[in-house]
């Protein structure tokens, strides 16, 4: 999603600067061990590295498990990122950055302190032919009028709304809300473009704003939260006023 991968390349070059550090030795062990599985093309191994569900970028589903994984091990770990993991030195090539985690390159591979993979920022070709045809098969689902668009980002569900907001393409984003009775195929009961996305934080979190008349209606994406957080939120606004706020569960 590009919201997604904005975020990820500006985090990266602020991780460079600020929090990176040298990769302790006590990592560097099950690093090390995870190049190894995968030199060796062993992809029971490396699904023992591997924290589930694994999220791939929708709409390509994420891995539930290890056998689905080792399934497709191939569409994941490709030529080209299998080589990037092997010609890697554990010592200066993957850095700890802070709680967040420890990061092969510029962000290619996620893996915590625990030695568990928690995010895979590559998509091979396999993965984005995949992606193109999961995103035509949805088009087709559509309602016509919202039918066109660059890239799905997300699909949110309140006790009232079903929410979809898609990336038009040169940072336009476009909001489409139902009744949570429809079906995404009926039209929808409003649609408002030239959205935008506002990252918050360096913790993930993010909002798109979407404008109407005297009406601003915030969709909140919430990565790094408390753990009564919900998923996402939606508020409404009025000339700066809210009159509506609802906790939101991200479908997609």
Same mark, same amino acid.
């Given at each position: 999603?590009?919201?997604?991968?904005?975020?990820?390349?500006?985090?990266?070059?602020?991780?460079?600067?600020?929090?990176?550090?040298?990769?302790?030795?006590?990592?560097?062990?099950?690093?090390?061990?995870?190049?190894?599985?995968?030199?060796?093309?062993?992809?029971?191994?490396?699904?023992?590295?591997?924290?589930?569900?694994?999220?791939?970028?929708?709409?390509?589903?994420?891995?539930?498990?290890?056998?689905?994984?080792?399934?497709?091990?191939?569409?994941?770990?490709?030529?080209?990122?299998?080589?990037?993991?092997?010609?890697?030195?554990?010592?200066?090539?993957?850095?700890?950055?802070?709680?967040?985690?420890?990061?092969?390159?510029?962000?290619?591979?996620?893996?915590? !302190? =625990? %030695? /568990?993979? @928690? #995010?895979?920022?590559?998509?091979?070709?396999?993965?984005? *032919?995949?992606?193109?045809?999961?995103?035509?098969?949805?088009?087709?689902?559509?309602?016509?009028?919202?039918?066109?668009?660059?890239?799905?980002?997300?699909?949110?569900?309140?006790?009232?709304?079903?929410?979809?907001?898609?990336?038009?393409?040169?940072?336009?984003?476009?909001?489409?809300?139902?009744?949570?009775?429809?079906?995404?195929?009926?039209?929808?009961?409003?649609?408002? !473009? =030239? %959205? /935008?996305? @506002? #990252?918050?934080?360096?913790?993930?979190?993010?909002?798109? *704003?979407?404008?109407?008349?005297?009406?601003?209606?915030?969709?909140?994406?919430?990565?790094?939260?408390?753990?009564?957080?919900?998923?996402?939120?939606?508020?409404?606004?009025?000339?700066?006023?809210?009159?509506?706020?609802?906790?939101?569960?991200?479908?997609?």
């Amino acid at each position: 999603m590009k919201s997604r991968v904005i975020y990820l390349v500006i985090f990266v070059l602020c991780s460079q600067f600020t929090f990176s550090q040298n990769l302790k030795p006590e990592y560097q062990k099950f690093v090390k061990s995870f190049i190894a599985n995968v030199k060796i093309n062993n992809k029971d191994g490396v699904a023992g590295f591997i924290s589930f569900p694994l999220g791939r970028d929708y709409p390509i589903p994420n891995v539930k498990n290890k056998a689905e994984f080792v399934k497709r091990y191939d569409q994941i770990f490709d030529p080209t990122v299998k080589n990037e993991i092997i010609k890697s030195d554990p010592e200066k090539d993957w850095s700890e950055v802070g709680w967040r985690g420890i990061m092969l390159n510029q962000g290619t591979l996620w893996i915590d !302190t =625990n %030695g /568990k993979i @928690i #995010s895979i920022n590559y998509q091979s070709q396999a993965e984005k *032919d995949l992606s193109n045809k999961l995103i035509a098969a949805e088009k087709a689902k559509l309602h016509p009028s919202i039918a066109k668009f660059k890239a799905p980002e997300y699909i949110l569900e309140t006790s009232k709304f079903r929410i979809r907001i898609d990336d038009l393409g040169n940072n336009n984003y476009r909001y489409a809300s139902w009744s949570i009775k429809q079906k995404m195929s009926e039209k929808p009961d409003l649609v408002i !473009t =030239n %959205g /935008k996305w @506002i #990252s918050d934080g360096s913790g993930g979190n993010s909002y798109f *704003d979407f404008k109407k008349g005297d009406y601003l209606y915030r969709c909140y994406i919430i990565v790094l939260g408390t753990s009564d957080s919900p998923p996402a939120t939606l508020t409404i606004y009025q000339k700066s006023k809210a009159i509506l706020e609802q906790n939101a569960i991200v479908l997609h």
